[in-house]
Nanobody, 120 residues
């Protein structure tokens, strides 16, 4: 069974940077043939799509993070990254990664989340 583990969250000052990692675990399944998305949810707000990357490497971003965040993947490491630059307080949220097989219509495998707090 595919499992995802996020890491890299923490407390940063406005304008700072963080890199989040989403690592696949399990001995039978890898991320190679999955699309992966990063989502975030702040207290009192709806869950928001941050970025996606397909199995072929095509990327897409939510409008609030365009030009500041970059999603990438390293299939050799079974890991997807989210590089977050020029962070703002409104980026504060729990960030989740999720995976979607090409055979599925939804992101249906989710990690536990990692907290990102942007504050001075």
């Amino acid at each position: 069974q595919l499992q995802l583990v996020e890491s890299g969250g923490g407390l940063v000052q406005p304008g700072g940077s963080l890199r989040l990692s989403c690592a696949a675990t399990g001995s039978e399944i890898t991320l190679d043939y999955y699309a992966v998305g990063w989502f975030r949810q702040a207290p009192g707000k709806q869950r928001e799509l941050v970025a996606t990357i397909t199995a072929g490497g095509s990327t897409d971003y939510g409008d609030p993070v365009k030009g500041h965040f970059t999603i990438s993947r390293d299939n050799a490491k079974n890991t997807v990254y989210l590089q977050m630059n020029s962070l703002k307080p409104e980026d504060t949220a729990v960030y989740y990664c999720a995976a979607k097989s090409f055979m599925r219509t939804d992101f249906d495998v989710w990690g536990q989340g990692t907290q990102v707090t942007v504050s001075s």
